[in-house]
């Protein structure tokens, strides 16, 4: 009976230690299957999108195939599997809470909110909310916005970001903010004048005006008024799969990988996006590269 | 603005493009095919003396078509993985979700032409000895077909377009490929007319070529 | 149901609530004024095929071609960011940046013409599936044209579509959810933004869901009761009565 009562106190006293540890099913599914799925956007230049040859491609994409095979060194696989799936808003959540993809690859924003639901790995970009102008529109920061038309992409930070600072600085728009679906919609506002700025993150923002049909005409303006820190997500409760992945991107940081990752899609990257290594995220860098 | 036409971005993007088409036309050929078959079936118990038969027939009829498409082809690609613990292919999915889905609308179309035919016609075809169902098989059936054709073409083509809700679950058809290289190389309105001319020609055709054996068969 | 987080009370709160609520209003309004166009549009478009002026006919084939043919979300896009381009300098200053909710008329109008092109075809083959003899019977007894239309072939012809009209009626509800593509805040666009504020896709995507069910299950009863009140004597009988 004691012994029954030792035993039980032992595996019970084990069951918490592995509470603790909050070791996920993600793991033990990619050692099972020997697969790491990966959950990618269509249109997220250049972060996670699909390129010319149809596959998915990007800046995320290339961080996410060394935290694959960070995986496979830490299980010691003979082998590993690298699938993709693309993902909408609609259907992100669901399938990573589900296990169908154990590491979503795309552009968004770390947020408490958003931390509810699932895990963030640590910041591998940083930007913010800037406006996108006409040059010749005297523009310069959203304070100019008086009697303006303003764009956003519905749902996004920036929105949200943008309307606070409107209250705050208290800029007399046109209307409310116009809220539409996606990226491609918000610039052919702007390009056919319906309205005048368009507020996204600056990446989003150089990545539009490079893909114009006339580069020279933009111009992305104003003092940063949101930072938007973007991170992988993974599903909640996976402490030892996210443990892979940071420690990926802590070794990419210092093998200098990660600039060079960087440099491959922003200097100038195969959309001509042109958008050098800043200091703060330089810095960021620097500060995620933890101790071992 | 058409000055600035891009056809450069269109021919780069051709066998992306294809690729979706291909998947675009499978689909619908599929999903028409289970869809009028199922939907036939359905048309016929809802028209059946059994009472509790058809009743849960026009519950699944009027549930499904209450809901919109891009709905049923989001539960059914999320929760087929939680309910069976394995994960159904995205395409196997929507194909499922597009079959049951139509089969709600054929059914209702099917419902009303069969609705049509006279009574009297039953009457005299059971009174010739023909058991109900050969009076459905040889007599009802022909004449509501020929009045549902036009309807049924029409479902058919809104079924095609439909197939662009399939980018919700990550599968690439026509629509949903011009979209994604319209948002990376930013040429929306080159992709959008495009889609809208391929659109307007491939069913126009299609919509020429039943009319033409409609009348070759004179049904 | 795996690692996900349940948070069912997020919709009550505010933004949330409030956009679910503006979203379904939204919905319900585009819905409503679209069929208003659709209806009669469609009638006199499918009626205009079954005449027997060619020209007549040909205009209303013409019109189902061009409007069926073309899925719904290329059409928002050139009603949208097309048409307004065509237009005189002023006009098209107008349309793009002095009208008022220029999403949300834009999304009716397209909505409401394409519907029609639906409404056309089954008002056509409502009609041509009733025996010609009774067009020719009404002719001999010497009624006009319009008054076979009239006392014959529409009270006929109406009562037997009247279960797939009910699906376009749905269709133009459901349809609805496509205005989100030029920007305007419907039921689905808020559910969207929703998911992209607090990542809860399940509650965002269900409400959804039960909202367009509520409303599309009413229409349906609504519409049994009147296709039962309307029923042709001596037609075969409907299963569910």
């Avoid at chain 3, 189902?64 to 960011?81: G, K, S, T």
């Amino acid at each position: 009976m004691k012994a029954l009562f030792t035993a039980a106190f032992a595996a019970s006293a084990l069951l918490a230690a592995g509470a603790m540890a909050q070791d996920g099913p993600t793991m033990k599914r990619i050692a099972e299957t020997k697969t790491v799925t990966i959950g990618h956007r269509d249109a997220s230049v250049p972060l996670s999108y699909i390129g010319q040859d149809g596959k998915a491609q990007g800046y995320s994409i290339d961080i996410c195939l060394k935290i694959a095979e960070a995986a496979k060194e830490e299980l010691k696989l003979d082998k590993l599997d690298i699938k993709f799936v693309s993902l909408t808003p609609q259907t992100r959540i669901p399938l990573l809470t589900a296990g169908t993809v154990d590491i979503i690859c795309e552009s968004s924003t770390h947020t408490l909110g958003r931390s509810r639901q699932i895990s963030f790995l640590n910041t591998t970009f940083l930007t913010g909310s800037k406006l996108l102008v006409r040059k010749n529109s005297g523009i310069k920061r959203i304070e100019d916005m008086n009697g303006k038309i303003l764009v956003a992409v519905l749902g996004t930070t920036n929105e949200k970001a943008a309307q606070v600072e409107v209250d705050k600085k208290g800029v007399k728009l046109k209307g409310d903010i116009v809220k539409v679906k996606d990226h491609t919609q918000a610039m052919l506002n702007l390009e056919q004048n319906r309205a005048d700025a368009y507020v996204s993150d600056d990446v989003v923002l150089y990545g539009l005006a490079s893909a114009s049909k006339n580069p020279a005409e933009w111009e992305v303006v104003g003092p940063y008024f949101s930072y938007d820190p973007y991170g992988m997500m993974i599903a909640r409760n996976n402490d030892d799969w996210r443990l892979v992945g940071n420690r990926a991107i802590t070794k990419l940081i210092e093998s200098g990988e990660m600039v060079a990752i960087y440099k491959k899609w922003f200097e100038p990257g195969p959309t001509k996006i042109n958008l050098p290594l800043s200091d703060r995220l330089r810095e960021n860098f620097q500060i995620i590269a933890l101790p071992e | 603005m058409f000055a600035g036409f891009d056809f450069d971005v269109l021919i780069k993007s051709l066998p992306f493009l294809w690729l979706g088409m291909q998947l675009t036309l499978q689909l619908t050929v599929l999903a028409v095919g289970g869809g009028l078959i199922l939907g036939t079936v359905l048309a016929v118990i809802r028209l059946s003396p059994i009472k509790p038969l058809s009743m849960a027939v026009a519950a699944y009829v009027n549930f499904l078509r209450s809901m919109p498409l891009i709905l049923v082809i989001f539960w059914f690609y999320t929760l087929i993985p939680r309910v069976t613990g394995t994960s159904v292919s995205s395409f196997y999915s929507v194909l499922i979700a597009f079959i049951m889905f139509e089969a709600a609308y054929y059914s209702e179309i099917i419902r009303a032409g069969i609705s049509s035919v006279r009574r009297g016609q039953i009457s005299a075809a059971l009174a010739l000895g023909l058991t109900p169902p050969q009076a459905m098989r040889y007599v009802v059936l022909p004449q509501a077909v020929r009045n549902m054709i036009p309807v049924l073409l029409t479902q058919s083509i809104i079924m095609l377009q439909d197939t662009s809700l399939v980018y919700v679950v990550g599968l690439r058809d026509f629509l949903t490929s011009a979209e994604i290289v319209a948002g990376r190389d930013n040429r929306p309105i080159e992709l959008y007319l495009t889609v809208a001319l391929v659109f307007l020609v491939v069913c126009f055709s299609a919509s020429r070529l039943v009319n033409l054996m409609r009348r070759r068969y004179s049904l | 149901m795996g690692a996900y987080n349940w948070n069912w009370p997020i919709l009550l709160k505010e933004p949330y609530f409030g956009w679910i609520v503006s979203g379904f209003g939204n919905t319900c309004l585009i819905a409503v004024i679209a069929w208003a166009i659709a209806f009669p549009l469609g009638s006199a478009v499918g009626l205009a095929r079954t005449t027997e002026l060619p020209w007549l006919r040909l205009i209303g084939t013409a019109y189902v071609e061009l409007f069926r043919n073309i899925p719904l979300l290329a059409q928002m896009f050139v009603w949208y960011y097309v048409v307004p381009e065509l237009l005189p300098n002023d006009w098209s200053q107008w349309v793009k940046r002095d009208m008022p909710y220029p999403q949300f008329y834009t999304a009716v109008l397209c909505l409401g013409l394409y519907t029609a092109s639906r409404v056309a075809e089954q008002v056509r083959s409502g009609i041509e599936a009733i025996p010609r003899g009774q067009r020719h019977a009404g002719l001999a007894m010497g009624l006009t044209p319009g008054q076979v239309y009239r006392y014959i072939l529409l009270p006929v012809g109406y009562r037997t579509i009247i279960p797939p009209l009910t699906s376009d009626f749905l269709g133009v509800f459901k349809n609805s959810s496509l205005a989100l593509t030029i920007g305007v805040l419907e039921l689905t666009s808020q559910a969207r933004q929703i998911e992209e504020y607090t990542f809860a896709a399940f509650e965002a995507f269900a409400t959804a869901t039960v909202l367009y069910c509520m409303v599309t299950g009413l229409v349906i009863l609504i519409m049994r009761q009147v296709e039962r009140r309307t029923r042709i004597a001596g037609t075969i009988a409907l299963g569910a009565s």
